[in-house]
């Protein structure tokens, strides 16, 4: 059973930075793409970047695209998302999932998911 756990979510005001993790066990990490997704109320899940097996190729959304950066620790089984200029409007539950595939930017091709982590920013 794979199990993913977020953490590093809290409430942080406007231009503050914030890094969130995920801890993947019970499966082989380095198998996996991660990506890292965000639901905030009333909005659809939203795509926020995906990483490759080995760490090489990154993918991110527009909207966070130049303010956030994914990278992995495959020796540690763990996947980061290091956040900066955060504004309003990256205030979300912010999910971590993992895909036995290649990197994707669709929540259909992940396989597994963790519980989520608010993320709350103020202006």
């Known amino acids: 059973q794979v199990h993913l756990e977020e953490s590093g979510g809290g409430l942080v005001q406007a231009g503050d930075s914030l890094k969130l993790s995920c801890v993947v066990s019970?499966?082989?990490?380095?198998?996996?793409?991660m990506g890292w997704f965000r639901q905030a109320p009333g909005k659809e899940r939203e795509f926020v970047a995906t990483?490759?097996?080995?760490?090489?190729?990154?993918y991110y959304g527009d909207s966070v695209k130049g303010r956030f950066t994914i990278y992995r620790d495959n020796t540690k089984n763990t996947v980061w998302l290091q956040m900066s200029s955060l504004t309003p409007e990256d205030t979300a539950v912010y999910y971590c999932?993992?895909?036995?595939?290649?990197?994707?930017?669709?929540?259909?091709?992940?396989?597994?998911w963790g519980q989520g982590t608010q993320v709350i920013v103020s202006s």
């Open positions: 999932a993992a895909d036995p595939g290649q990197i994707s930017d669709l929540d259909a091709e992940y396989d597994y």
């Open positions: 019970g499966g082989t990490f380095s198998t996996y793409a």
């Open positions: 990483i490759g097996r080995t760490g090489h190729r990154t």
